[in-house]
């Protein structure tokens, strides 16, 4: 089930916050987007390779209340909706070498 107007935007407020948090405690780094292991696939056995890509743009349609993410360069690339369940923003190691800090868009759709 999705979320109200009001919550995605609550939670678009604390990514965006935890993101630029992560870009101030990482200047020289990429703050990037990766998978969270699956429940099941965390009790189920060996773990495959999770899935990461560079964070480009944080999208809040705040009509529809979903949350979209843009995503580059890595193993995980394009843009879909933003998961709690399968998402988190992260730094590890990947140097920001030029690429521009991740972009917040508010769009009334």
């Not at 919550?7 to 916050?17: G, I, P, Q, V």
């Not at 935890?18 to 780094?29: G, M, Q, R, V, Y």
């Not at 060996?46 to 349609?61: A, D, E, I, Y």
């Amino acid at each position: 089930m999705g979320k109200t107007p009001l919550e995605a935007k609550r939670r678009f407020d604390e990514l965006r916050s935890e993101i630029e948090s992560l870009e101030a405690e990482n200047p020289d780094f990429s703050v990037q987007v990766f998978e969270k292991p699956s429940a099941v696939a965390a009790s189920s056995g060996p773990r495959r390779g999770l899935r990461r890509s560079v964070l480009r743009k944080l999208v809040l349609r705040a009509v529809s209340g979903e949350i979209w993410v843009e995503k580059g360069e890595g193993s995980w690339p394009g843009n879909e909706r933003w998961s709690d369940d399968s998402m988190r923003p992260g730094v590890e190691g990947l140097p920001r070498d030029g690429r521009p800090l991740v972009e917040f868009v508010e769009v009334e759709l």
